[in-house]
Protein backbone atom coordinates (compact mmCIF):
# COMPACT_ATOMS: atom_id res chain seq x y z
CA UNK A 1 0.00 0.00 0.00
CA UNK A 2 3.05 2.61 1.26
CA UNK A 3 4.21 1.92 -2.62
CA UNK A 4 1.70 2.32 -4.42
CA UNK A 5 1.16 5.65 -2.39
CA UNK A 6 4.79 6.43 -3.50
CA UNK A 7 4.16 5.74 -7.06
CA UNK A 8 1.34 7.70 -7.50
CA UNK A 9 2.97 10.82 -5.72
CA UNK A 10 5.93 9.98 -8.51
CA UNK A 11 3.41 10.15 -11.17
CA UNK A 12 1.80 13.52 -10.13
CA UNK A 13 4.62 15.15 -9.73
CA UNK A 14 5.66 14.32 -13.38
CA UNK A 15 2.06 15.12 -14.83
CA UNK A 16 2.26 18.20 -13.01
CA UNK A 17 5.86 19.26 -14.93
CA UNK A 18 4.03 17.98 -18.18
CA UNK A 19 1.08 19.59 -17.49
CA UNK A 20 2.99 22.87 -16.86
CA UNK A 21 4.72 22.82 -19.86
CA UNK A 22 2.14 21.85 -22.39
CA UNK A 23 -0.06 25.08 -20.98
CA UNK A 24 3.02 27.40 -21.37
CA UNK A 25 3.60 26.16 -24.69
CA UNK A 26 -0.15 26.26 -25.88
CA UNK A 27 0.00 30.02 -24.50
CA UNK A 28 3.25 30.69 -26.32
CA UNK A 29 1.36 29.61 -29.49
CA UNK A 30 -2.34 30.48 -29.21
CA UNK A 31 -1.74 33.54 -27.22
CA UNK A 32 -3.00 35.60 -30.39
CA UNK A 33 -6.12 33.48 -30.15
CA UNK A 34 -6.98 34.06 -26.90
CA UNK A 35 -8.60 37.24 -24.46
CA UNK A 36 -5.95 39.28 -23.06
CA UNK A 37 -5.94 37.55 -19.29
CA UNK A 38 -4.68 34.49 -20.39
CA UNK A 39 -1.78 34.54 -18.57
CA UNK A 40 -3.88 34.16 -15.26
CA UNK A 41 -3.98 30.85 -16.34
CA UNK A 42 -0.68 29.82 -16.43
CA UNK A 43 0.50 31.99 -13.47
CA UNK A 44 -2.66 30.11 -11.43
CA UNK A 45 -0.80 26.71 -11.74
CA UNK A 46 2.60 28.18 -10.57
CA UNK A 47 0.49 29.90 -7.54
CA UNK A 48 -1.74 26.80 -6.65
CA UNK A 49 1.49 24.08 -7.12
CA UNK A 50 3.66 26.58 -4.57
CA UNK A 51 0.91 26.77 -1.97
CA UNK A 52 0.48 22.91 -2.70
CA UNK A 53 3.60 21.85 -1.82
CA UNK A 54 3.98 24.35 0.87
CA UNK A 55 7.62 26.25 -0.68
CA UNK A 56 9.61 28.30 1.03
CA UNK A 57 12.44 30.97 -0.12
CA UNK A 58 15.07 28.02 0.32
CA UNK A 59 13.32 25.54 -1.78
CA UNK A 60 12.21 27.84 -4.64
CA UNK A 61 15.93 28.70 -5.22
CA UNK A 62 15.90 31.93 -3.99
CA UNK A 63 17.65 32.36 -0.85
CA UNK A 64 20.45 34.94 -0.09
CA UNK A 65 22.54 31.29 1.46
CA UNK A 66 22.12 29.82 -2.01
CA UNK A 67 23.18 33.35 -3.93
CA UNK A 68 26.59 33.81 -1.88
CA UNK A 69 27.44 30.41 -2.14
CA UNK A 70 26.77 30.37 -6.21
CA UNK A 71 28.33 33.68 -6.98
CA UNK A 72 31.12 32.48 -4.41
CA UNK A 73 31.65 29.32 -6.74
CA UNK A 74 31.45 30.38 -10.00
CA UNK A 75 32.70 33.35 -9.74
CA UNK A 76 35.53 33.51 -12.33
CA UNK A 77 32.61 31.38 -14.53
CA UNK A 78 30.49 34.35 -14.63
CA UNK A 79 33.29 36.96 -14.98
CA UNK A 80 34.44 35.27 -17.97
CA UNK A 81 30.84 35.50 -19.98
CA UNK A 82 30.70 38.85 -18.43
CA UNK A 83 33.92 40.21 -20.16
CA UNK A 84 33.32 38.06 -23.44
CA UNK A 85 29.71 39.32 -23.76
CA UNK A 86 31.42 42.90 -23.87
CA UNK A 87 33.94 41.97 -26.30
CA UNK A 88 31.55 40.66 -28.59
CA UNK A 89 28.92 43.58 -28.20
CA UNK A 90 31.61 46.24 -28.54
CA UNK A 91 32.42 44.51 -31.68
CA UNK A 92 29.44 43.69 -33.12
CA UNK A 93 27.24 46.67 -32.33
CA UNK A 94 29.29 49.01 -29.78
CA UNK A 95 28.54 49.16 -26.22
CA UNK A 96 26.14 51.89 -25.10
CA UNK A 97 23.70 52.97 -22.22
CA UNK A 98 20.73 51.10 -24.15
CA UNK A 99 22.04 48.04 -24.72
CA UNK A 100 23.42 47.79 -21.19
CA UNK A 101 19.43 48.49 -20.37
CA UNK A 102 18.19 46.21 -22.37
CA UNK A 103 20.61 43.28 -20.91
CA UNK A 104 19.49 44.06 -17.43
CA UNK A 105 15.65 43.99 -18.40
CA UNK A 106 16.80 40.75 -20.22
CA UNK A 107 18.42 39.52 -16.98
CA UNK A 108 15.80 39.75 -15.28
CA UNK A 109 13.16 38.14 -17.55
CA UNK A 110 15.96 35.13 -17.75
CA UNK A 111 15.58 34.69 -13.99
CA UNK A 112 11.86 34.40 -14.03
CA UNK A 113 12.48 31.46 -16.62
CA UNK A 114 14.78 30.30 -14.23
CA UNK A 115 12.42 30.76 -11.54
CA UNK A 116 9.32 29.04 -13.46
CA UNK A 117 11.63 26.15 -15.04
CA UNK A 118 13.89 25.18 -12.02
CA UNK A 119 10.50 25.08 -9.86
CA UNK A 120 7.53 24.29 -12.27
CA UNK A 121 9.33 21.53 -14.28
CA UNK A 122 12.68 20.31 -13.42
CA UNK A 123 12.38 19.93 -9.70
CA UNK A 124 8.34 18.20 -9.90
CA UNK A 125 10.43 15.72 -12.24
CA UNK A 126 12.91 15.08 -9.61
CA UNK A 127 10.32 14.73 -7.34
CA UNK A 128 9.33 12.25 -9.65
CA UNK A 129 12.06 10.61 -11.37
CA UNK A 130 15.10 11.25 -8.99
CA UNK A 131 18.03 13.71 -9.37
CA UNK A 132 19.54 12.03 -12.31
CA UNK A 133 21.22 13.13 -15.82
CA UNK A 134 17.70 11.03 -17.08
CA UNK A 135 15.49 13.73 -15.55
CA UNK A 136 17.81 16.48 -16.09
CA UNK A 137 17.54 15.60 -20.17
CA UNK A 138 13.77 14.95 -19.92
CA UNK A 139 13.53 18.50 -18.27
CA UNK A 140 16.07 20.12 -20.94
CA UNK A 141 13.90 18.78 -24.01
CA UNK A 142 10.81 20.38 -21.83
CA UNK A 143 12.76 23.77 -22.08
CA UNK A 144 13.34 23.40 -25.75
CA UNK A 145 10.12 22.45 -26.44
CA UNK A 146 9.11 25.98 -24.92
CA UNK A 147 11.44 27.54 -28.16
CA UNK A 148 10.28 25.97 -31.05
CA UNK A 149 10.53 26.66 -34.36
CA UNK A 150 13.84 28.97 -33.89
CA UNK A 151 16.60 26.63 -35.15
CA UNK A 152 19.19 28.81 -32.63
CA UNK A 153 16.95 28.54 -29.51
CA UNK A 154 16.02 25.22 -29.53
CA UNK A 155 19.14 22.95 -29.42
CA UNK A 156 20.74 25.63 -27.18
CA UNK A 157 17.82 25.92 -24.68
CA UNK A 158 17.87 22.10 -24.69
CA UNK A 159 21.59 22.07 -23.57
CA UNK A 160 21.38 25.18 -21.39
CA UNK A 161 18.06 23.71 -19.97
CA UNK A 162 19.87 20.02 -19.01
CA UNK A 163 23.27 21.57 -17.47
CA UNK A 164 20.94 24.57 -16.08
CA UNK A 165 19.43 21.41 -13.15
CA UNK A 166 22.68 19.97 -12.53
CA UNK A 167 23.78 23.47 -11.57
CA UNK A 168 20.82 24.03 -9.59
CA UNK A 169 21.51 20.51 -8.17
CA UNK A 170 24.65 21.68 -7.05
CA UNK A 171 24.18 25.54 -6.32
CA UNK A 172 20.38 26.17 -6.02
CA UNK A 173 20.17 29.96 -6.64
CA UNK A 174 18.03 30.85 -9.49
CA UNK A 175 19.09 34.62 -9.50
CA UNK A 176 22.30 33.59 -10.61
CA UNK A 177 21.21 30.68 -13.35
CA UNK A 178 19.18 33.52 -14.43
CA UNK A 179 22.40 35.89 -14.75
CA UNK A 180 24.23 33.18 -16.67
CA UNK A 181 21.54 32.16 -18.31
CA UNK A 182 20.97 36.17 -19.85
CA UNK A 183 24.58 35.97 -20.29
CA UNK A 184 24.62 33.17 -22.45
CA UNK A 185 21.75 33.75 -24.74
CA UNK A 186 23.47 37.69 -25.16
CA UNK A 187 26.68 36.07 -26.76
CA UNK A 188 24.39 33.45 -28.66
CA UNK A 189 22.27 36.42 -30.17
CA UNK A 190 25.69 38.50 -30.91
CA UNK A 191 27.49 35.55 -32.92
CA UNK A 192 24.01 34.41 -34.39
CA UNK A 193 22.41 35.70 -37.86
CA UNK A 194 19.26 37.17 -37.15
CA UNK A 195 17.56 35.58 -40.51
CA UNK A 196 18.39 32.57 -38.66
CA UNK A 197 17.78 33.53 -34.47
CA UNK A 198 14.55 35.42 -35.62
CA UNK A 199 15.71 37.96 -32.96
CA UNK A 200 15.21 35.10 -30.28
CA UNK A 201 11.17 35.27 -31.05
CA UNK A 202 9.46 31.54 -30.33
CA UNK A 203 5.66 30.15 -31.20
CA UNK A 204 4.34 32.58 -34.23
CA UNK A 205 6.26 35.36 -33.08
CA UNK A 206 9.07 33.66 -34.99
CA UNK A 207 7.02 33.70 -38.33
CA UNK A 208 6.12 37.05 -37.58
CA UNK A 209 9.55 37.95 -37.91
CA UNK A 210 10.55 36.59 -41.05
CA UNK A 211 7.88 35.39 -42.46
CA UNK A 212 4.75 37.95 -41.72
CA UNK A 213 2.41 37.67 -44.00
CA UNK A 214 2.44 34.13 -43.61
CA UNK A 215 1.83 34.03 -40.20
CA UNK A 216 -1.07 36.67 -40.27
CA UNK A 217 -2.92 34.35 -43.24
CA UNK A 218 -2.75 31.90 -40.98
CA UNK A 219 -4.02 33.70 -37.51
CA UNK A 220 -6.15 36.76 -38.20
Known amino acids: ?12 RIAEAFAFALVSI ?7 LWWSWSLLIPLALVVVSFIWHSETMDSLGLSLRAFAAAVGAWRWYLASCAAS ?3 FTWVETATSIHVIYRWCGYACWCVLQQFLFQNMAYR ?14 IAGALF ?13 TFLWGTVST ?17 LLSAMLY ?9 QFRVGPGYWAILHPSQLSSIFF
Open 1 to 12: MEWAALQWNSAR
Open 26 to 32: AYIWFRP
Open 85 to 87: LLI
Open 124 to 137: RLREGLGPSWTTST
Open 144 to 156: AAAHIPNPILVPA
Open 166 to 182: RMFEARPSVPVLGVTQA
Open 190 to 198: VITPVALNG
